[in-house]
């Protein structure tokens, strides 16, 4: 068995995992597959990769164990980086952001020393130009992250010539999650399917979302969810939009310094009528000459930094290092 398949063997029979990796089509998931993409099969030879799920059964003792955290540290699957134990037993973790190693540091207490910070990555995007006929904005994540937010915010707007596009559904982790999950948040998806200019798109994968972003001209995110990276984001930045977004989280280390930033606010009626203004000038400001510009060096700095061209020569060298030291 080649070592991709090992991994993805692995992944497949993880039962501990809240959504099925197979049928999961999440950020986390995602990355994993790009990895697997991107990386020469002998660079996974003796690494055993874990993702997002600090649980004692999956530790292998004739392997290197390398657990990939992209999860905050209030979610179950990192709960058990409390113990020593485990942690013992890992000999590195991945983090997917600064903020976030710096937050399971200060939480669980992990030796740095077994920590390593190697940001997400994305496929290059194509430039397009931008339509002048309308302004478009877009929301692409899960529902609990601030899409009530934006919906009441581009309602109080009530501007004619803009237009939502809202890919956001609880079938993006599978059959099993949106079946506990779905019902929640119907009568959210069917206010967004009667409010005027906006477009519900549901669930759609990630090739067709680029595609989306690439006629959009803003990501409109007020996020109330502490991202510990933001893929959403990146890709947004990428394909030549805007975006608009809270300082939660890792939003800040990401974004910056291109991202146009709402401080967050507890109070969410505050932050809706903060993030109401700075997404009113954003749209008004978005074909200024110096707006142009600004996303023109955008689009060209995150395409290089965050490529997976770029990324896979770091987690090349990484697990090169791992083996080495081991040995």
Known sequence: MDEKSRILKNLNNDKSRPV???????????????????????????????????????IEKDKINVLWMHHFVNQKEAQNLISKDFVSKLDWIVYNSSWNFEKHIYQFKIPEEKCIVIRNAIE?????????????????????????????????????????????????????????????????FAECKATKNVNYLGFVDNKNVVDLLKNTHIFSYPSIWHETSCISAIEAMAAGCEVVTTNLGALYETCAPFG????????????????????????????????QNKLKLQRESINSTYSWETRSLEWIKFFDEARSLKR
């Open 20 to 58: 099925s990796f197979i049928d999961s089509f999440g950020g986390s998931e995602n990355q994993m597959r790009f990895l697997l993409k991107y990386l020469p099969d002998e660079s996974l030879k003796d690494i055993n990769l874990i993702l997002n799920n600090a649980n004692n059964d999956l």
């Open 124 to 188: 290059k995007i194509d430039f397009k130009e931008k339509s002048k006929d309308k302004i478009k904005l877009i929301y692409h994540t899960t529902p609990w992250r601030g899409l009530a937010n934006l919906l009441k915010i581009f309602k109080n707007l009530n501007i004619d010539n803009i237009e939502l596009n809202i890919c956001s559904s609880t079938k993006i982790y599978g059959k099993k999650f949106d079946s506990s999950l779905g019902k929640k948040y119907e009568d959210l």
């Open 260 to 291: 146009t930033f709402v401080n967050f606010d507890r109070n969410l009626n505050n932050l809706e009528k903060k993030f109401s203004k700075i997404l009113l000038n954003a749209i008004k400001n978005f074909w200024s000459d110096k707006n």
